[in-house]
């Protein structure tokens, strides 16, 4: 654990204030869900919460079956991250911090097709847009963004079709339906 050195009172109805340097840098935004933890030397450890980050199996085994029957890459990610990929080499996309581009497809709450767009966008952190078309749908969860289904086209096929972009908000709205309680 590292200390930051900074310290914070317990107001009358027990909240505590997060500075503004810490939720930046680790991304919290105001409404995001922040699990706590105590362990036995009595400390409390706050972690941002990823509720599709709770699934990883699942969207892992779900990308597969898209990818398989539409022939092309899927990604799935939470708010932050690729949580799963398939039809395509994992390790140069998985556990990678989504692009700025990506947080505010989501954030907007849209569906992107980037052949109506005329716009393709980077997926992770510090990567060029891709050469491939993509389709992006926001997984909602009672109203809360929690993450995206993406799917590209790939070498052979470049293009991708009204059937992959239904197969993807179908996906999105599946998974989005899982998580909410």
Known sequence: MKATGIVRRVDDLG????????????????????????????????KKYSPIGEMVDFARIYAESMSKIAGHRVMV???????????????????RNISREMENIMENRMAVDSSKTKKLFSVVDG?????????????????????????????????????ENKIAGVAAAFLGRQMEG
């Open 77 to 95: 990610t939470d708010r932050e991250k690729v949580i799963a990929v398939a039809g395509g080499v994992r390790k140069d996309y998985l556990d």
């Open 127 to 163: 990567e060029e847009p891709m050469g491939q078309q993509q389709i992006v749908y926001p997984i909602l969860c009672d109203g809360d963004v929690i993450g995206s289904i993406i799917m590209l086209g790939n070498e052979k096929s470049n293009e991708l079709c009204e059937t």
């Open 15 to 46: 909240r505590v204030v997060v500075p503004k340097e810490i939720r930046k840098t680790l991304k919290i935004r105001e409404g995001d869900p922040v699990e706590i933890f105590t362990d036995r030397e009595g400390q409390i450890i706050l």
